[in-house]
């Protein structure tokens, strides 16, 4: 067994430096595939594991084909779920692959940035609505509200959309993006308490729809504050937005001898801020899940009449929840606003809040791997898959008409995975434990 | 300005009328659903767009061989609501039957799955409308019997022949429902599984069937709304089910979800009300805040019924059990 899947890693090493592209990788998930579900040694599957890791470096690298970084993401899934790898291997891996890896992959082809910035921002959000869906159970139906307060609060400010209703000198330079992140949260931390009073006063499945009729107003708001103030610039959106100035980061990777261009510079600047943050909102949602609030959120979610009894005020419990998952989200608006310096209110959809509670459906509601294998899982199906799918689909098979375009289909994709995952496997893909007693209990 | 609002008023309220029976009719089909299952049918809004799609398709095909504008109508009710019917069983027995029959308790996993039938359907009909038409945006085709229309009040309410027809069909069938669960067999079964599905279910009444057909009756008639729907406002598109069901909602809660009558009502005092603000608002203040706000209107009146009432206009107290 060993053997197998060891010589298939091999095989694949061999491929991604000869013949590096789809088909190489292609051989990689396999092999990835026999290391994870095979029974093997530890020692045999740590070797596979760096084998794999290097192997889909180089074909990253060599040949820019997106399946790598499936892989990659694979690897990580791996290294946090498989026992009895030591811990250090685990660490180093996981490091060599977020901070060596994927920058590697991206100077090779920038769209690997990209998907690495959009998974990012998006597993960040979905470990807040993690919060506010897996640990405390509410399912709350317009997130992305959120993000769209925090994304228009750096939007305005960082424009020259300010100085429609303030006297001033707008845009604020760049640097402001880091005071603004500390004010997206108090702003979206505001929003959700806002939100919350009313909403979370009310029982599970009314305020899933309030939520929701909540987010849409925000969309509505966002498209038509463009009168009798102009604050948003309705549907035609915001943009110039500033960015932070990143010289002091490119005489800090010209010290460490990595040579940046201008389109590489703030994609790695980026990739490298949102990983930070991710870190830091794991570091967080760890913290939470241990204190009296995560197990107070957790006794509200399996039963809300036994925790009242057992002292757990209700509301203001819910509230932080909440407020707890906005803030998160809010964060993430800001930075997601710099990066494309624009937002408009088409990125703040039902169809936005549905997909990352998707990613938190996918990957096992109250589970961290999970929100973040969710969130990888679903940007690079939706960025990447379903585009090259589309590309195939208008050049091989013409006889299709134009208007049935594979990547439009985002929602069939995203419907069928809620439907599946409630009717096989509600735990998610990699359960929480407390959680996945409680679906096999019901 | 109170001049400019009460020449406008008759044909508000007449409009009011228009959209509030349609929502009437949609939010029977959310009401029954959550009678027997204590479910949010999201699925509910695009059973109903599949009914106005239904509804297109029987006009385009249809209405160079049908000479009569009534007999097409009719059709394209007959068809819209058999379609629509057929899609709400197989919704309930692909998606919904599983989930019970596991005895999942969490309430959270039928309304997550709910939203992810709604997305499905959604492109479903978007991918057979690409396939069939090559386009999604439909526009309901005009036929001359349906089109004429009438002043009345010396000119203070202008009404097309169309709209008359959706009164009466929605109300024909708010009566036919009424009669249905009150007087017949399968109305006395739907209730008593509403009631308690357990202790229907030793009374020699199979919960499954009767479910099935609750899904089939509110269904259908979403989808008799929705051919209404597309004959009234003609623009289509997989879509368009989206807003009209989230507020058809709105209305059942309104009137007390769980509850026939309180459907009704709440439909028609829900389509005053948004009517009633979309025409005015920006009048009142002075175009500042447009019709857009409408919908705005809708979501708030959800917050406050359930806040300040949750058991709506005609529902009763209901103590969550322990």
């Known amino acids: 067994m060993s053997a197998l899947a060891t010589l298939l890693s091999l095989a694949f090493l061999g491929l991604a430096y000869l013949a590096p592209g789809p088909l190489a990788n292609l051989v990689g998930l396999v092999a990835l595939g026999t290391t994870a579900f095979l029974r093997l040694s530890p020692e045999a599957r740590t070797l596979n594991l760096a084998l794999l890791t290097l192997a889909f470096t180089l074909g990253l690298v060599r040949s820019g084909n997106t399946l790598g970084l499936i892989g990659l993401v694979g690897i990580l899934v791996a290294l946090t779920t498989l026992p009895r790898i030591p811990t250090w291997i685990r660490g180093l891996l996981g490091l060599a692959i977020l901070l060596l890896s994927v920058p590697m992959a991206g100077f090779a082809n920038t769209f690997i940035f990209e998907l690495g910035i959009q998974i990012g921002i998006y597993a960040a959000m979905a470990l807040g609505l993690n919060v506010v869906v897996g640990m405390a159970g509410l399912l709350d139906l317009g997130y992305a509200a959120f993000f769209a307060v925090g994304a228009y609060t750096w939007a305005i400010f960082g424009s020259e959309q300010a100085r429609n209703f303030l006297a001033g000198n707008f845009p604020l330079p760049g640097e402001y993006m880091y005071l603004f992140m500390l004010i997206a949260i108090v702003t979206t931390a505001l929003t959700g308490l806002l939100i919350g009073l009313p909403a979370l006063r009310l029982r599970g499945d009314y305020l899933a729809i309030v939520t929701l009729g909540l987010g849409e107003v925000v969309r509505i708001l966002a498209n038509n504050l463009d009168h009798p103030i102009n604050f948003t610039n309705g549907p035609q959106g915001i943009t110039p937005i500033q960015r932070p100035p990143i010289d002091w980061f490119r005489e800090l990777m010209g010290a460490l001898g990595v040579r940046l261009d201008q389109t590489t510079d703030y994609q790695l600047f980026f990739y490298l801020l949102v990983l930070l943050m991710i870190g830091l909102v794991v570091l967080v949602n760890l913290n939470l899940a241990n204190s009296r609030f995560g197990r107070a959120w957790v006794a509200i979610r399996e039963d809300e009449i036994a925790a009242r009894s057992m002292g757990i005020p209700l509301l203001p419990t819910k509230l932080l929840a909440f407020m707890t998952g906005a803030a998160f989200s809010g964060v993430m608006g800001v930075i997601f606003a710099a990066q494309r310096t624009f937002v408009s209110p088409e990125s703040f959809t039902l169809l936005a809040s549905i997909t990352i509670l998707g990613m938190v459906i996918l990957g096992g509601m109250g589970s961290i791997p999970g929100a973040i294998l969710g969130a990888a899982a679903l940007t690079i199906l939706n960025l990447d898959i379903l585009k090259t799918f589309s590309e195939f689909v208008r050049t091989s098979l013409p006889q299709i008409p134009s208007q049935v375009d594979p990547a439009k289909y985002e929602r069939l994709v995203f419907g069928l995975i809620l439907v599946l995952m409630m009717i096989f496997r509600p735990e998610g893909l990699i359960p929480e434990k407390r959680h996945k007693a409680e679906m096999e209990e019901a | ?322």
């Open chain 2, 1 to 322: 300005m109170l001049e400019q609002i009460l020449a406008l008023l008759p044909q508000v309220v007449f409009d009011g009328f228009i959209l509030g029976f349609v929502y009437a009719m949609v939010a029977l089909g959310y009401t029954m659903v959550y009678g027997v299952l204590e479910l949010i049918n999201f699925a509910h809004s695009e059973i109903f767009m599949i009914g106005a799609v239904v509804g297109v398709e029987v006009f385009r095909y249809l209405a160079p061989q049908v000479g009569n504008g009534f007999v097409l109508l009719f059709l394209a009710l007959v068809l819209g609501g058999v379609v629509a019917g057929i899609t709400a069983i197989l919704v309930e027995r692909f998606a919904y039957r599983p989930l019970r029959k596991r005895g999942t308790t969490n309430r959270l996993v039928p309304l997550i799955t709910a939203i992810g039938v709604s997305f499905i359907l959604q492109d479903l009909v978007r991918l057979v409308e690409g396939l069939w038409h090559n386009e999604f945006f439909l526009r309901m085709r005009t036929v001359q019997d349906l089109e004429g229309s009438v002043e009345l009040f010396g000119g203070a309410i202008f009404a097309q022949t169309k709209s008359f027809i959706l009164m009466g069909v929605s109300i024909l069938m708010l009566l036919g429902l009424t009669y249905l669960v009150n007087r017949t067999k399968l109305g006395v079964a739907i209730r008593a599984v509403a009631q308690d599905l357990s202790t229907a279910s030793l009374m020699g009444i199979d919960p499954d069937r009767i479910i099935s057909r609750t899904f089939l009756i509110g269904g259908s008639l979403g989808g008799v709304a929705g051919v209404l729907f597309a004959l009234q406002y003609t623009t289509i598109t997989p879509y368009v089910g989206f807003l009209p069901g989230l507020k058809a909602f709105t209305a059942a809660v309104l009137g007390g979800i769980g509850n026939i009558p309180g459907a009704m009502l709440g439909g028609l005092v829900l389509g005053q009300l948004e009517n009633f603000f979309g025409t005015y608002l920006p009048i009142l203040t002075n175009g500042n805040f447009g019709t857009e706000y409408k919908d705005v209107v809708a979501f708030l009146i959800l917050i406050l019924i359930l806040l300040l009432r949750p058991q709506g206009l005609l529902g009763q107290v209901v103590k969550e059990k322990v």
